[in-house]
């Protein structure tokens, strides 16, 4: 009879926001979400007294693999309130990456996102959201949904040639992106780490317009220092914003830029060694103080910030020569 009563219950809660619904009465509900690629469109997940309705599987968005659907993170609606959810299943995954001669260890860690979701709770620049637990005890983390943009795409969507977006676009836009340095310092502070600082893991709330951090259930292991992992990351987006994307060798060889002859092997970024670090070879009128940042992420760094405060430090530095707010 409880069985029952529950799933009437859920079913009147579908038709109530989606009442031109077929059937309601033959949905699957899911206490458990181990095997996360049985949970599917029009499905219901229970997590303790909340219940969500499935649609679609979320894709992934980065460099072009627009189509490749993370099969363990849904789009779903609460059903006690219609809004939009994104549900993170458990997904373990495990892989060794290299940075220069550094190597780290990373792995999936759903247990340590849930934590960050706590710490930052209502923090205006991670996205929001909590950890609970199915009847398996598998950590669901139920996020809600950021309506805007990736900052890549705001990016790259911007149509100006790449000194008007300089002066004009940049120092409102590096404002923001310091205010998400910050808050990545705040979690290290509390002995966390984002995991995977990436430019299309910032989105650009179209609601608040705080550039919000998304997707921190990667972990890692590294011995030196716990923290350098994430500041490569954020070395990566400033070099991207500051270039207006990516400066590739490549593509300077194809339009055999005047300036080409001039890179060196040192001025590559160490992490994608097709990236050019050193942009006021090619873009002159970046000013030297900006620049020197950048080359703390080159192959010719003789060495590396080691804390979120050293590169606050040197772009605050940077804030007042230039004169921003």
Request: hydrophobic share 35%; aromatic share 12%.
């Amino acid at each position: 009879m409880k069985e029952l009563l529950n799933r009437d219950s859920v079913c009147r809660m579908i038709q109530r926001w989606f009442p031109g619904r077929p059937d309601a009465r033959t949905v699957r509900i899911h206490t458990d979400t181990t095997d996360f690629f049985r949970v599917d469109y029009d499905d219901v997940v229970v997590l303790g007294e909340k219940t969500y309705l499935i649609r679609h599987n979320a894709r992934e968005g980065r460099f072009g693999l627009d189509d490749e659907e993370k099969f363990w993170v849904k789009r779903a609606f609460d059903l006690q309130d219609g809004s939009r959810k994104i549900l993170k299943l458990v997904f373990h995954e495990r892989f060794i990456t290299r940075i220069g001669d550094i190597e780290f260890e990373c792995f999936r860690s759903p247990k340590k996102e849930a934590r960050i979701l706590k710490l930052a709770h209502n923090h205006q620049n991670f996205m929001n959201g909590y950890g609970a637990t199915d009847e398996k005890g598998n950590i669901v983390r139920v996020l809600d949904f950021i309506y805007g943009k990736p900052l890549s795409t705001m990016v790259e969507d911007i149509r100006l040639d790449h000194e008007t977006y300089f002066n004009l676009q940049l120092p409102v836009i590096m404002e923001n992106f310091i205010e998400c340095i910050r808050a990545i310092r705040f979690i290290h502070e509390h002995e966390e780490k984002h995991g995977d600082i990436r430019r299309d893991h910032i989105i650009v709330d179209r609601e608040s317009g705080h550039y919000r951090w998304i997707d921190y259930d990667f972990n890692y292991h590294q011995r030196e220092n716990i923290y350098s992992y994430d500041l490569f990351g954020l070395g990566n987006i400033l070099i991207f914003l500051v270039g207006k994307g990516d400066v590739l060798l490549p593509n300077l060889i194809q339009e055999k830029h005047p300036a080409l002859y001039r890179i060196r092997t040192e001025d590559e970024n160490i992490v994608f060694h097709n990236r050019v670090a050193n942009l006021r070879k090619i873009y002159p009128y970046i000013p030297e103080r900006l620049n020197r940042i950048l080359l703390h992420f080159s192959k010719g760094a003789n060495r590396f910030y080691e804390t979120t405060n050293q590169l606050l430090e040197d772009l605050e530095e940077y804030r007042t020569v230039v004169g921003l707010n």
